[in-house]
């Protein structure tokens, strides 16, 4: 009987701005390729966690996803963006990722608007993409919002009514910042779907208090502490008006304050729930399976900090590996993370910046960068061939 081939698994997430998930696989792939013996078995896996490159992972995994495009609602009332979706007709299921249509990538010219942004397209792609596929699930991947307006913007958008003092409906898209003003939520008689929806993310913050959506998350798209106080209050009295219409309080369950408390406002529709982004998208790719089968694993991101081991893709990495060597380069690594190998015996991590370097410099060619990196790593990777 032939003896199993060394197998090394490629699973890096992106760098976010620098390298798509792909675009670092591809590297990796090349560099090993043309370095390691031809008998060394190369399994290229990019790793999502709900986040940018979520729906290209998912396709270039598995091409009986059909993609499909929208024209929605962007972060700011009156901006039109175009969204994509993706729908696997065999699974009956339907892939959202909100920051497709509520993204701060999307802000005209990166201008920060905390008050004025909307969650209003991500309920006009929720509903377009729900017509036109008719799923039996629907998952929508969040994270990277502008807005932080408890997802009343994206409820509205998927018939939910929101009166102001004299019963008057409020002209859609809300904003954060009008959160205060609504009186009154109406609910719809009838909600047109009958299957699971999933709400994808990989934080446990609650929508209220010290690590809710608005002290946490506010001041990352631009609110001020005044602002954060203004957003707070209008979640909490937002919070209070959907439990007196719902006969639920959702404001403390964990994640609910995922991408300005939208995982809030999607929860309370019917047959939700909360998952683990990195997690759903990790069973999709059989990660756990390639890991399992696997003898040694090249991952990365773009920054590898504590926040890795809360839920992203690369942290459950460096857990489903076990024992098992692994390799993480990353354009930076937090300071107390830099002796992980003198921890965790399996781990080496690999900055493409430098202690000191100017990020701007090092990463000029970020490409050039991780294949510096690589060559630098390449001896200890030919140490653990057999």
């Given at each position: 009987?032939s003896?199993?081939p060394f197998?090394?698994l490629?699973?890096?997430a992106c ?6 998930a ?7 792939r090349?560099f ?6 031809d008998?060394?078995l190369?399994?290229?896996c990019?790793?999502a ?15 009986v ?9 962007g972060p700011?009332?009156?901006q ?7 729908v ?5 299921l ?10 701060l990538?999307l ?18 792609l929720?509903r377009?993409a729900m017509k036109?596929?008719?799923p039996?699930?629907?998952?929508v991947?969040?994270?990277?919002s502008?807005?932080t307006d408890?997802?009343v913007g994206?409820?509205q ?7 102001d ?5 409020m ?5 954060g910042g ?10 719809p008689q009838?909600w047109p779907?009958?299957?699971q929806f999933l709400?994808?993310t990989?934080?446990v913050?609650?929508?209220l ?7 946490v ?7 001020d502490s ?5 957003l ?8 209070r008006l ?37 997690q759903w998208i ?6 756990p ?6 003898d040694l694993?090249?991952?990365?991101e ?6 890795s081991?809360?839920g992203?893709?690369?942290?459950n ?6 024992e ?9 690594v937090?300071e107390?993370?830099v002796?992980?190998?003198?921890e ?6 690999y900055?493409?910046v430098?202690?000191?370097a ?10 050039a ?6 060559e ?11």
């Amino acid at each position: 009987m032939s003896e199993q081939p060394f197998r090394i698994l490629i699973a890096p997430a992106c760098f976010k701005g620098s390298l798509s998930a792909q675009d670092t696989a591809d590297v990796m792939r090349a560099f090993l390729s043309d370095r390691l013996p031809d008998s060394v078995l190369l399994d290229v896996c990019p790793i999502a966690d709900g986040g940018d490159d979520t729906l290209s992972v998912l396709r270039n995994h598995d091409p009986v996803f059909q993609e499909s495009s929208v024209q929605v609602t962007g972060p700011l009332p009156g901006q039109r963006v175009t969204a994509t979706y993706l729908v696997h007709p065999q699974k009956k299921l339907l892939v959202i990722e909100a920051a497709q249509a509520h993204g701060l990538r999307l802000l005209p010219q990166g201008r920060l608007m905390p008050m004025e942004a909307t969650s209003y397209g991500v309920g006009e792609l929720v509903r377009a993409a729900m017509k036109a596929a008719q799923p039996d699930i629907i998952v929508v991947t969040v994270g990277g919002s502008a807005s932080t307006d408890g997802g009343v913007g994206a409820l509205q958008a998927l018939g939910v009514i929101v009166q102001d003092a004299q019963g008057r409906p409020m002209a859609a898209p809300i904003g954060g910042g009008q959160l205060s003003s609504i009186q009154r939520v109406v609910w719809p008689q009838h909600w047109p779907y009958a299957g699971q929806f999933l709400i994808a993310t990989d934080v446990v913050n609650p929508l209220l208090g010290s690590n809710g959506a608005a002290a946490v998350f506010a001041p990352q798209k631009g609110a001020d502490s005044r602002q954060c106080q203004q957003l707070e209050a209008g979640l909490a009295h937002f919070s209070r008006l959907m439990t007196e219409v719902c006969q639920m309080d959702c404001s403390t369950l964990p994640g609910v304050g995922a991408a300005g408390g939208l995982a809030f406002g999607l929860r309370h529709l019917p047959r939700s729930g909360i998952i683990s982004g990195s997690q759903w998208i990790a069973e999709q790719l059989d990660l756990p399976d390639r890991i399992h089968q696997t003898d040694l694993i090249i991952t990365g991101e773009g920054r590898f900090d504590a926040t890795s081991f809360s839920g992203k893709a690369t942290g459950n990495v460096l857990v489903w590996a076990d024992e098992k060597p692994v390799m993480v380069f990353c354009g930076q690594v937090q300071e107390s993370l830099v002796g992980l190998s003198t921890e965790l015996n399996n781990v080496e991590v690999y900055p493409l910046v430098p202690s000191g370097a100017s990020v701007e410099e090092a990463m000029a060619d970020p490409k050039a960068a991780l294949l510096r990196q690589l060559e630098q790593a390449l001896p200890q990777m030919k140490a653990h061939l057999p």
